[in-house]
């Protein structure tokens, strides 16, 4: 595998976010437990500090389907990817979709540490 | 295949509702049309009332996701079998999603006839 840079993180504009994609990056239990998760902290968050019940490359996966569907902005430090929620960019592009979505999933543990 | 009768049609109950699946379900355009219509109209639908560009089998696949999902109710009618959003049941389950999708949804112009 080639190192990550910067410029290979590709991120969707607001305009382009798709209802679909969103709704099925969503539809995940592992995706939506990262979602509430960057939802009730504020700031970066890497991969690891999930600790998720998932394989790193699992884990790496579910964040790549986020980002793709525009869900969260990731970007490099160093030797870490940072995870942010675009929390104003889905409000923008459908409005109450992400607090109505959260407040319907279940639990709302911390996901481990 | 074998004739389908109203026992063979199983609809998890309100309270097995899963968000996983409701989102998996809304996730893709031409249920989510299905979803709209269903949400604008009153009654009944049969399955060729939407007038979808798919195939009958696909048109069939979708309306099982949906109801498996919990999204709509399907009842045998004679040879037809007709569909009802169970709008009340995900208000109940997930306040305030089924609305918010469908606001978020692109376009709502009538899938057809």
Redesign the interface.
């Known amino acids: 595998m080639s190192m990550h840079t910067t410029e290979s993180i590709a991120h969707p504009a607001v305009e382009d976010l798709e ?3 969103v ?2 990056a ?4 592992v995706r ?1 437990q990262i979602v509430a998760k960057l939802a009730h902290s504020d700031g970066d968050h890497t991969c690891g500090s999930f600790g998720l019940p998932v394989t790193k490359s699992t884990c790496t996966h579910h964040f790549k389907v986020l980002r793709e569907a525009g869900v969260l902005t990731q970007r490099q430090v160093g030797t870490a990817r940072m995870n942010t929620l675009r929390r104003e960019d889905l409000d923008a ?5 992400l607090e ?2 959260l ?4 639990g709302d543990q911390p996901a481990g540490s």
């Open positions: 209802l679909g994609a709704l099925h969503l539809s995940d239990p939506l592009r459908f409005p109450g979709l109505t979505v407040r319907a999933a279940p």
